[in-house]
């Protein structure tokens, strides 16, 4: 794999097409990448001791690594 976790990445494919950012992890055997700011989620999280009142957690979700391609630093 060309792409490492730290590089600077730029969205090639699907809703966030044309984003830059950061990659925050990389998984070889999936093929996959999370790219910081890219493919938002909201997970709705059940109330608990720590998080009393419950709601909703954004978080950024894997894509494909053929949706992006490293920029030049």
Request: proline share 5%.
């Given at each position: 794999m060309q792409i490492k976790k730290g590089d600077l990445?730029?969205?090639?494919?699907?809703?966030?097409?044309?984003?830059?950012?950061?990659?925050?992890?990389?998984?070889?055997?999936?093929?996959?990448?999370?790219?910081?700011?890219?493919?938002?989620?909201?997970?709705?999280?059940?109330?608990t001791d720590d998080n009393p009142k419950g709601g909703y957690l954004s978080k950024e979700m894997p894509m494909h690594i053929s949706n992006v391609k490293k920029e030049e630093e």
């Open positions: 990445v730029k969205v090639i494919a699907g809703d966030d097409k044309g984003k830059v950012g950061k990659v925050l992890a990389v998984y070889p055997k999936k093929s996959m990448v999370v790219v910081e700011g890219c493919k938002i989620v909201k997970k709705s999280m059940k109330p």
